[in-house]
């Protein structure tokens, strides 16, 4: 086997959705842990900031060094290299999330059994059904008295239009929490609040349902009801069937307490058994395999350092096929330059260092002085465009106005770098050249002004503009297409890609426009 086919097979490059307060953070941690990449818990901050004010969010980003160093956190694990890539919690900075999904090959979902299905897990889940990226889910606090299992499936299945497959089933809940039974591995895990990552959970082999070893490790009670339980559901969930995991039609399910090490690492386990290894991209032109030998890597995230001193960032490429080399001549395929990385970094659970060799499903650090922009792709010379990295149509909407005459050009700088980055999107008025900012979340714009202060030393003031929507307009009726360019002339934007845009200011005109152009195509994302 080649050295690019036997790295590239234990690559596993995922990353977890969740709502706010599931335990995203409690579950990296359990799972750094036993990747033996952190040693003690508490190592990975709290990332929860849904209640803090914009400034207590930027002097916590920079505290943990704007969240570079966990953006992206490596260990192996029974032979796998795992990668495992963060998502911001704060719904305002979805769209970042929803690039971060395009870089890995499969996704955790985790589930508050309390809670049930929430929002936020809602939207996400629709982004990974979009690219039929498989899911494994975990139902978190089992520990707490939440809903009945059968519920949780029940409404995981119909929220999110994806079938699901427990691979474990919880023995009582809350206070009488005893434990899983791991129906993918046939035997009993019992439950021990006290279990630290040196005492291994007790395990009692069960290779039959109906053994009386299961009445003596449970007590007769909760055994009958087990078994009952697992006949009803044998009875209603198909077996395990990992191609349809692969495919995005099944989701396996396991239940366990993240806060407590409980059933995490069965999770883990289970997740380097089956979960994907990299997976072909779709480009504009071609599918790039993982195996080729060429090497294709596409910039999915550009991270500001948010020291004044230091107005560099961090560009992360996925390598998508091929093996990337240090100091080795690429072509940025945009602007068709050489492009040579003399210090590319992996990221390794809280580290970073240095490599000279990466392979696909890995993600590297570049260093960067406003060479890349967010989709970006670096070849050997061909000119591939991946597809995929999605924009979402803004609904908050501001003229950005520079206040101080005698920084204009900071302030052009500034909004061109932040743009570049995706904290906003940036819209041209076709009528007026004025430039309007999209966001998807108040705080986006906070955002904006806050750092063209603190790092430009500009000063941005947001004037309110008429719109609540935009989407990108486009039809191959050419008739049909100038009629409507002409009608809404003042409505009409371009994106940065020169792609038109229509803004509204009503649903309901919005609504009328769109069934008096039929053969127009109105979509809320552009890739
Ligand atoms: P997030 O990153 O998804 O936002 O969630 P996070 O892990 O921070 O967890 C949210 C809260 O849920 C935390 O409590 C955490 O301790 C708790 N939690 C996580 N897993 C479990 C579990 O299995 N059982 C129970 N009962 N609780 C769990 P907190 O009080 O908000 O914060 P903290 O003081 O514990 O840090």
């Not at 033996?36 to 901050?45: L, S």
């Not at 059994?113 to 982004?127: P, W």
């Not at 979340?441 to 750092?451: D, F």
Request: with cysteine; aromatic share 10%; hydrophobic share 35%.
């Amino acid at each position: 086997m080649s050295e690019l086919t036997e790295e590239l097979n234990k690559r596993l490059t995922f990353a977890i959705i969740s709502h706010p307060d599931a335990g995203k953070t409690t579950i990296t941690e359990k799972l750094l842990l036993f990747g033996g990449a952190i040693h003690m818990a508490g190592a990975v901050k709290s990332k929860r900031n849904s209640t803090k004010t914009t400034s207590d969010f930027m002097k916590m980003e920079q505290e943990r060094g704007i969240s570079i160093s966990t953006s992206v956190m490596g260990f192996d694990y029974k032979g796998r290299e795992v990668r495992l890539l963060d998502t911001p919690g704060h719904a305002d900075f979805s769209e970042d999330t929803y690039r971060t999904l395009t870089a890995v090959d499969s996704a955790l979902m985790v589930i508050d059994s309390v809670k049930g299905v929430e929002e936020r897990t809602k939207t996400l889940c629709e982004i990974t059904a979009m690219r039929a990226t498989p899911v494994i889910t975990y139902i978190n606090k089992m520990d707490r008295e939440g809903r009945e299992p059968i519920e949780l499936l029940d409404e995981i299945e119909e929220e999110l239009k994806i079938k699901a497959c427990p691979l474990s089933w919880p023995i009582g809940q809350g206070q009488q929490f005893k434990g899983v039974y791991s129906i993918y591995e046939n035997r009993i895990i019992l439950f021990n609040p006290r279990e630290t990552l040196d005492t291994s959970s007790e395990v009692v082999e069960i290779t039959d349902i109906n053994d009386s070893a299961l009445d003596d490790a449970i007590g007769e009670t909760l055994a009958k009801r087990l078994r009952e339980e697992l006949e009803l559901v044998c009875g209603v969930y198909p077996e395990f069937d990992k191609d349809e995991y692969l495919k995005a039609k099944i989701t396996p399910v396991f239940f366990g307490s993240a806060i407590n090490n409980f059933g995490v690492r069965e999770l883990i386990d289970s997740m380097v058994d089956i979960a994907p290894e990299p997976l072909p991209r779709a480009t504009e032109s071609r599918i790039v395999s993982p195996d080729e030998d060429k090497f294709t890597g596409l910039i999915f995230k550009i991270h500001a350092n948010l020291n004044p001193r230091h107005r560099d960032r961090i560009a992360f490429m996925r390598i998508n096929s091929g093996i990337f080399e240090r100091n080795k001549a690429y072509t940025h395929v945009r602007s068709g330059k050489t492009y040579k990385a003399a210090n590319p970094t992996a990221f390794m659970a809280q580290d970073r260092e240095i490599i000279d060799k990466a392979f696909p499903g890995d993600i590297i650090g570049l260093h960067d002085t406003g060479t890349f922009k967010i989709g970006d792709v670096i070849t050997e010379g061909e000119k591939l465009q991946f597809t995929g990295i999605p924009n979402f149509a803004p609904s908050i909407f501001r003229i950005a106005q520079n206040k101080d005459p005698l920084k204009s050009k900071q302030f052009d700088q500034g909004l061109q770098h932040l743009t570049e980055e995706g904290v906003a999107q940036v819209f041209y008025k076709v009528s007026t050249k004025e430039r309007i900012i999209g966001v998807v979340g108040p705080l986006q714009l906070e955002v904006i002004q806050y750092r063209l202060d603190n790092e430009y030393k500009a000063k941005c003031n947001f004037i309110p503009v008429e719109y609540i929507g935009a989407c990108w307009v486009s039809s191959s009726n050419k008739e049909q297409l100038n009629k409507f360019e002409k009608f809404f002339y003042s409505h009409l934007a371009k994106d940065k890609t020169d792609k038109l845009v229509y803004m509204y200011s009503n649903k309901w005109v919005f609504e009328r426009t769109k069934e008096e152009y039929p053969e127009l195509t109105f979509a809320t994302t552009s890739d």
